[in-house]
């Protein structure tokens, strides 16, 4: 399948994700997740109308979307890996969304960046759904305080939570604990599925679904 193909497939799984589980039609973003790929791989994916994109490094973002974020207006690029302080600046100015906010540290240089550069970024928090200590995330008992600091104490506004559940479990239970973190802290997006559990995040709730390799292949 050319990856036009697998992008129409993908997209057609979510709208009948969306309609089985009755929620309205575009309901959910697809985040494409164009991480390992190089530009020319990206562009037909832009050339077939797509407009988000996730990847997880900041340094190999620098190297590809200033010039294809150039070449078309629109496009939203989201940060999905970790995020060091040390590349706060570049993530803050090269990223529409950061889904990465994970600790204290991380919340206050990216609001010192945010003023910087007189630059407003779309956040969300990451949650660490399964407690595993080789993830990012904050605790699942912990994230309504932190969202809370973001908020009151940073004055950053943050609009939604991601979680990646742990690869060997049902993402089910991961995915209803996110969207019931995200009531309590009346946050309105969920960023959860990838190429695996797209369609179970749907049913879920998620309001974005990170795929990369459905879409652009195996890394
Ligand atoms: C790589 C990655 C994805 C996409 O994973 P696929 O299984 O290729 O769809 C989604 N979310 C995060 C955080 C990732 O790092």
Do not use: F, H, K
């Given at each position: 399948m050319e990856l036009q193909e697998r992008l129409n497939d993908v997209r057609a799984r979510i709208s009948a994700a969306e309609r089985q589980s009755q929620r309205?039609?575009?309901s959910v973003q697809l985040v494409a997740v164009s991480k390992t790929f190089d530009a020319e791989v990206i562009r037909p994916a832009i050339a077939a109308g797509q407009r988000i994109f996730g990847e997880n490094r900041v340094q190999e973002s620098q190297g590809k979307w200033p010039e294809l974020k150039t070449e078309t207006p629109g496009i939203e690029l989201h940060l999905i890996g970790p995020l060091q302080s040390n590349k706060a600046a570049d993530a803050v100015a090269l990223f529409d969304v950061i889904e990465t906010v994970d600790r204290e540290k991380i919340a206050r240089a990216i609001a010192g960046e945010m003023k910087r550069q007189g630059k407003t970024v779309r956040l969300y928090v990451q949650v660490n759904s399964g407690l595993e200590p080789q993830k990012a995330g904050i605790a699942p008992a912990d994230t309504p305080a932190f969202v809370y600091f973001c908020r009151n104490e940073l004055g950053l506004s943050i609009e939604g939570l991601m979680c990646i559940p742990p690869?060997?479990?049902?993402?089910g239970p991961h995915f209803a604990l996110l969207a019931k973190i995200a009531r309590q802290c009346r946050v309105e997006k969920l960023s959860m599925g990838m190429s695996g559990d797209y369609e179970t995040a749907v049913a879920f709730g998620a309001t974005s679904v990170r795929v990369g390799s459905a879409i652009f292949g195996a890394r």
């Open positions: 309205p039609a575009g690869a060997e479990e049902n993402p």
